[in-house]
């Protein structure tokens, strides 16, 4: 041991020394990368979200809030709003059940409440049925597709191809085809039977019907593509097996192949549930929801009421209206239908 050593002076208490130092030195660039790292997070942020953000605020929020907003004053769109009346939720009242006002409410019921009604249960019968025929309809027809043979590709094409059309262009032919001198009433008469006698589109029977069958038409590509794509990501193998243990084509699709594509079976009902709702273009084309409103929707009843009459705040209550019972449905699927789609908790694995 050498005197330096024993004096207790020399490297070691040094080294000891600067240590401190080198740690101070050190110390103010550690405390600062946590606050660098948030804000280089919130830059990131607000480049790729702030667009997005301020698109949805300006042309989703806004809108809702201004629609609300009218919907509480008797406007008619052409004065300035500042001189339009303010009548709270007579509009909504109005709608429901024709007013509070005893006097008007007779009147308001025949011009507001029955139309509105009309329209709300031709929207819930395009939203039923569009479940009850076109989600069985669709898969169907996927899981024939599904299957190899000459000309798949083909028939998948033309199954898509009316998506992918403009409503304006596939409203049209369809006018020119139920047409009370088109192609559909030639055909019945060729083969003997009746066609309405006021045209198929201004049947109050046949009306509606027609209109369903074009949407059918216009929008099962869409149930058929989605449904294909869930199908191709099932395992081959689960197939194979099945059919050696003897399963039949039908047992395999209801047994494997549904089952595993249950996931996309119920986006595509949620698609189909709010599109329902929110239907608007090709019954406009289709001679605006009819004549008499045989086969009219909410929304076309709203654009009818709103800019064609002059009304709107009327025509506001009903897009609140439109826009609140697009929300419950979407709130209550998500909520009971997609949250085991959406859960990332393990699930549990029966045990025999």
């Known amino acids: 041991m050498t005197a330096l050593e024993t004096s207790g002076t020399g490297t070691v208490p040094a080294a000891g020394a600067a240590a401190p130092a080198a740690g101070g030195a050190l110390g103010q660039p550690v405390s600062d990368h946590p606050r660098r790292a ?7 942020l607000a480049l ?22 009218y919907s509480l004053y008797q406007w008619n769109g052409v004065e300035q709003f500042e001189d339009a009346d303010f009548i709270g939720l007579e509009n909504y009242a109005r709608a429901l059940f024709g007013g509070t006002d005893e006097a008007t409410k007779s009147a308001f019921t025949t011009a507001y409440a029955e139309p509105f ?13 569009s479940i009850v025929i076109q989600l069985p309809l669709g898969l169907l027809i996927a899981l024939v597709l599904n299957r190899r043979f000459p000309g798949r590709s083909a028939v998948r094409v033309i199954l898509f191809a ?15 085809i139920f ?17 309405p006698a006021g045209g198929w589109l201004e049947d109050q029977t046949w009306g509606f019907w027609v209109v369903f ?24 193998e689960l197939q194979d097996a099945a059919a050696i243990d003897g399963a039949s084509w039908w047992q395999t699709q209801w047994r494997i192949n549904i089952p595993l594509i249950g996931p996309t079976i119920r986006i595509w009902v949620f698609l189909s549930l709010i599109g329902s709702i929110q239907l608007f273009d090709m019954v406009w084309v289709l001679n605006q929801g009819g004549t008499t409103g045989q ?19 009327f025509g506001s209550a009903i897009a609140v209206i439109m826009f609140m019972l697009s929300f419950v449905v979407a709130v209550f699927y998500v909520l009971f239908v997609l949250r085991r789609d959406n859960s990332d908790a393990p699930r549990k694995v029966k045990r025999a």
Do not use: C
């Open 38 to 44: 948030r804000l280089r997070l919130w830059g990131e």
């Open 48 to 69: 790729f979200l702030g667009p997005a953000l301020a698109l949805f605020l300006t042309f989703v929020v806004y809108p809702v809030i201004s629609a609300a907003r």
């Open 117 to 129: 009604q009309a329209a709300f249960s031709h929207t819930i019968g395009i939203l039923v049925l």
């Open 162 to 176: 009316p998506y992918v059309l403009s409503e304006v262009i596939a409203g049209t032919m369809w006018l020119i």
């Open 179 to 195: 047409d009370p001198n088109g192609v559909a009433t030639e055909l019945m008469n060729a083969v003997g039977l009746h066609p």
């Open 213 to 236: 069958f074009i949407i059918t038409w216009k929008y099962i590509g869409l149930a058929v593509i989605l449904f294909l794509a869930g199908l191709s990501g099932v395992p081959q």
């Open 295 to 313: 086969y009219s929707t909410i929304a076309t009843y709203m654009m009818q009421i709103g800019f064609f009459r002059n009304d709107w705040g």
